[in-house]
């Protein structure tokens, strides 16, 4: 009869850590100048794409020894070896939008795949917005108009 207990303490346990990893967001490294995704968890799976693009941020969806298997802005979802990402958690823009100032006037245009290092959303849940630099310029951006906040 124990053992049942146990046997469901460890499923949920199992499935509650595999939901928590699951909203995990990672970046490019920014020294890869060329990250290959591919069909599968494996370096023997074929190259689908190749992305050129340092700091980009990726959603982690499985892992798999090395490999990640991940989710792009734009949908795509792929297999990418670990060691070619890093724990950074970038945000990208999805959409031409604009950086607004804390009384809402607006400073400066932003267009889309426009990368974010420097940010915070993590503001109450009812705001719309995320605080940003980018280069010297600090503001706030429509959630809506991002890609990769929790």
Known sequence: M??????????????????????DYRSIKEVTNKANLRAGPGRWYPIKWVIKKPSLPIKIIDENEDFLFALLHDGTKYWIYKDLTDKNHNLIVIKDTVIKNKKGKVIAKVLKDVIIKEHDCSGKKETNLCKVKIDKIKGFIYKSNLWGYN
């Open 2 to 23: 124990d053992y049942k207990k146990i046997l469901f303490i460890i499923f949920f346990t199992f499935i509650f850590i595999k939901l928590s990893f699951a909203a």
